[in-house]
């Protein structure tokens, strides 16, 4: 079984430019994640999607993140304009069923944002 | 409102030694907890998880973690670390009701022979 795929797996620019990551979960798993990881700090979840759906965005900074998840099987996480405090590592996870009954996300191997 | 507390940032152990990785949480309802790992450039990956029944779960690698609700912990042990335990541990909890999962800052286990 294919696990989760991000790309790119690195990524360096300049604050004010935009950038864009892509996650492709596990083949059938409904829900997606998607983390920031700042260094030194646990993940913070940016936006959950179930399906195409939006379940979770509330710490999601929209005036400069947004993402989607079109046809309900791999997603894109934008960032316009970046910020200093942007640079993190990007998580994407997968899970196959609502998290209380089984509890186990699967996380692909991130996407580092180092923004100068 | 749910949060994790890992108190410690680092934990320094010689190989095959015991180690105890500490987590509290908070909650104000009934709680679901997990234990990640981390290897440097890798995603994390579940260690093992308390849903519900026994208070002491075993995971992967020799792992095991207890749940006490009295003192709201949920500390991760091994007896005999190995070097391949060098990694990031993360503390997570998941509130009943709710799925998502919020991570602990993490501790890094540091093995050396």
């Known amino acids: 079984e294919a696990g989760v795929a991000q790309s790119p797996r690195y990524k360096i620019i300049e604050k004010r430019q935009s950038v864009a990551f892509w996650c492709n979960p596990i083949?059938?798993?409904?829900?997606l994640y998607w983390y920031q990881q700042i260094l030194g700090q646990g993940p913070k979840l940016l936006i959950q999607f179930q399906n195409n759906g939006v379940v979770d965005d509330s710490q999601l900074p929209k005036d400069r993140f947004s993402a989607e998840r079109l046809k309900g099987v791999d997603s894109t996480l934008k960032i316009q304009p970046a910020k200093l405090e942007d640079s993190a590592v990007y998580l994407c996870?997968?899970?196959?069923?609502?998290?209380?009954?089984?509890?186990?996300?699967?996380f692909g191997e991130g996407s580092r944002l180092t923004v100068l | 409102a749910q949060s994790v507390t890992q108190l410690d940032s680092q934990v320094p152990v010689f190989e095959e030694a015991p180690v105890e990785l500490r987590c509290n949480y908070s909650s104000s309802v009934s709680v679901y907890l997990f234990w990640y790992v981390q290897y440097p450039n890798q995603g994390l990956q579940l260690l093992l998880k308390?849903?519900?029944?026994?208070?002491l779960v075993k995971g992967i690698n020799g792992f095991e973690a207890e749940f006490n609700k009295s003192q709201t912990s949920f500390h991760l042990r091994k007896p005999s670390v190995h070097i391949s335990d060098t990694a990031e541990y993360f503390c997570?909890?998941?509130?009943?009701?709710?799925?998502?999962?919020?991570f602990g800052k993490g501790t890094m286990l540091l093995v050396s022979p």
């Open positions: 083949s059938g798993h409904a829900t």
């Open positions: 996870a997968s899970s196959s069923r609502d998290l209380g009954f089984l509890g186990e996300l699967f």
């Open positions: 308390y849903l519900s029944g026994s208070t």
């Open positions: 997570a909890v998941s509130s009943s009701g709710y799925s998502t999962l919020t």
